[in-house]
Nanobody, 114 residues
């Protein structure tokens, strides 16, 4: 089984930055696509960003220009750099990866105060 462990969440003020990390128990060689989703209280889970094994990235429109997804293949770690954070970015952020199956991390809380 694949384990995904997120870290880096916390409480920040609007306009500040955070970098989330997702450590995978499997080589990125075996992962076809990987990304971040988030879920705010009372709302459905939504896409933040994804990156394929070939390096193609995709972002939700509301995150374009503020968030950046990246990976360290040697460390099997996925990152999400979040800049210019807004209160509406407050959510639990989940790491997701797919081989021939889908896997989810436990999530890390990001809270942005005004």
């Amino acid at each position: 089984q694949v384990q995904l462990v997120e870290s880096g969440g916390g409480l920040v003020q609007a306009g500040e930055s955070l970098r989330l990390s997702c450590a995978a128990s499997i080589s990125f060689f075996s992962i076809k696509i990987m990304g971040w989703y988030r879920q705010a209280p009372g709302k459905q889970r939504e896409l933040v960003a994804t990156v394929t094994q070939g390096g193609n990235t995709n972002y939700a429109d509301s995150m374009k220009g503020r968030f950046a997804i990246s990976r360290d293949n040697a460390k099997n770690t996925l990152y999400l750099q979040m800049n210019s954070l807004k209160p509406e970015d407050t959510a639990v952020y989940f790491c997701w990866a797919a081989t021939t199956s889908s896997y989810w991390g436990q999530g890390t809380q990001v809270t942005v105060s005004s």
